[in-house]
C-alpha cells in the first residue's frame, strides 16, 4: 500500500528535515505490519514529496497471533487502513508528535501539503476530512468501495499525521490486530486538539475501537471531560493564546458577575456543568441554578461537580433544574443575574422571541450576560472550512452587528440596557471571535 505527501512550501525540502528522513536517501524500516519503505519521488525547493511504502505479506498475517483474518488472499497489502496506520505511527513519529531540533518553529506552522492514497476505503472521505479543513478529491475505481483519495490543505504537519493515523482505520472498518484498553489513549493522543470537536466524533471513536462499547464509552467521556463538553473546543485551537478560548469565556462571565454583584446566579443552558464547576469556586456566588433541558447533560453535570460527596455546605449552593429556556417558567424569577453562555446559537430563530420572553420578562434579573460566536472571525481559523460554522447544532451564527441589532431590540422592548465585551484575542478587522452582551436592568416606571 502507498501513500506520497507533497509540500510547496518553500525550501520544499524541509519536509525532510520535519519528517527526519533525508530526500537523497532511501530508507526500510521493519514494523509489526511490514517493511515501510521512505523514499522521495521529487525532491527540490519548489516542490518535494514523500512517499511511504508498505510491503505487507498476507500470509503471515493469517498465520500471526491474535489475528481475526482467516483467509489468506485479502485487502490488506493493498488497501490503506490500520495496517498502514502502524507504520505511520512508527516511521513518522517524532513528526507525528510536532518534535524538530532543527525547525521547531515550522513544526508548528501550517504548510501546504497535498496528500494522495490511491487505494482507500473512500465512503466517509469527504465526511471526516473537510472538517479538519481538508478538501478532498476522489477517483473512485469501478464499482468498488475502493478510491483514488486526494486530500489538500494547509495543515502542520503533526496534525495531518494525527488525522492519517485516526481516519484511516475509521475508513477501513476494521483493524487487524486485538483492540484493548491502550487504544483509548492512543485514540485521545493523537486525536488531541481536533477529534473533540469534530462533528462525527462518536462514528470516528466507535469505529476506531472496533465497537467496543465499554471502550468507546470511556473515550466519550473523557474526551467529554477535554472540551468541557463544550462543542466550541475548535476556539481551543487558536494559534495565539496560551490560555484556552473557552477559559477566558468563563473568566470573562465570572467577572462581569461581579461586577453586577450578583449572588443568586442562574446558568441557562448550562450543559454538562462547565460554567457551573467554575461558579461553585467562586464563595460570593450564595445560590447558584443550572437550568437544561437535557436530562441527560444535567447527569452528566451532577456528576463532574460530584454532588454525592460535596460538602453539605457548598451542596447546598446548587440546584439543577430541567426545563426548556424557550417557556416561560416562574421559577426561575427573581435571581440577580443570568448566563447564557454558547446557548442562542443553538436556538431555531422562530424560537427566539420565546427565549427573550421567558429569560427577560418572566425570569427577568437585573443582570443578563449572553454569549456567542463572532462569525466574522471564523475566516481566521485555519481548520474551518470557508461557509462553514462552528458546531454542526448551529442554527446561526452572528456577525457583531447582528448581534447588536438583536441585543438592542431586546434590550428596547424590555426595559434592559445593553453593552458589548469582545472574548479572545482581537483581531482589527474581524473583532474577537466570541462577542458578549451584558444587560443590565434600566430604571422602571
Known sequence: MLLTMTTTHQ????????????????????????????????????????????????????????????QYVNDRPYAAGSLLTVALGSVFRTAMNGRSESYPELAQTPIPLVIRIP??????????????????????????????VTLTGTVKLSDALKHLYVLLPVLDGGKHYWVAADEVDKLLKAGDGWLAAHPDKELITTRYLARKRPLVLSALERLAEVDEVEPEELDN???????????????????????????????????????LRELITEPEFTEIHGVDVSAKALQEAARKLRLDRMPDRTRERITLRQSALTYADTELAGYDAAVLMEVVEHVDPSRLPALEHSVFAVARPAT??????????????????????????????????????????????????????????????????TQMAVFSLGDEN
Not at 456567542?372 to 442554527?395: I, K
Open 11 to 70: 525550501p520544499a525540502t524541509d519536509l525532510g528535515h520535519l519528517l527526519h528522513k533525508h530526500p537523497d536517501r532511501a530508507q526500510s524500516f521493519t514494523t509489526s505490519s511490514g517493511v515501510a519503505h521512505v523514499f522521495y519521488p521529487k525532491a527540490t525547493n519548489e516542490e518535494c514529496t514523500v512517499a511511504l511504502l508498505l510491503e505487507v505479506d498476507p500470509i503471515a498475517l493469517v498465520r500471526g497471533p491474535g489475528s481475526t483474518l482467516t
Open 119 to 148: 487505494a482507500l476505503p473512500h465512503k466517509l472521505a469527504e465526511r471526516l476530512f473537510t472538517p479538519l479543513g481538508w478538501e478532498v478529491r476522489i477517483n473512485e475505481h469501478g464499482d468498488s468501495r475502493y478510491g483514488d
Open 237 to 275: 485551537a487558536l494559534a495565539e493564546p496560551k490560555i484556552s478560548l473557552a477559559r477566558q469565556r468563563k473568566e470573562a462571565v465570572i467577572k462581569a458577575l461581579k461586577e453586577a454583584r450578583a449572588k443568586r446566579v442562574l446558568d441557562l443552558g448550562c450543559g454538562g456543568g462547565a460554567l
Open 368 to 433: 443578563v450576560l449572553v454569549t456567542t460566536p463572532n462569525v466574522e472571525y471564523n475566516a481566521l481559523f485555519e481548520t474551518l472550512p470557508a461557509g462553514q460554522m462552528r458546531h454542526s447544532d448551529h442554527r446561526f451564527e452572528w456577525t457583531r452587528a447582528e448581534f447588536a441589532q438583536w441585543a438592542e431590540g431586546v434590550a428596547s422592548r424590555r426595559g434592559y440596557r445593553v453593552k458589548y465585551v469582545g472574548i479572545g484575542p482581537e483581531d482589527a478587522e474581524r473583532g474577537a471571535p
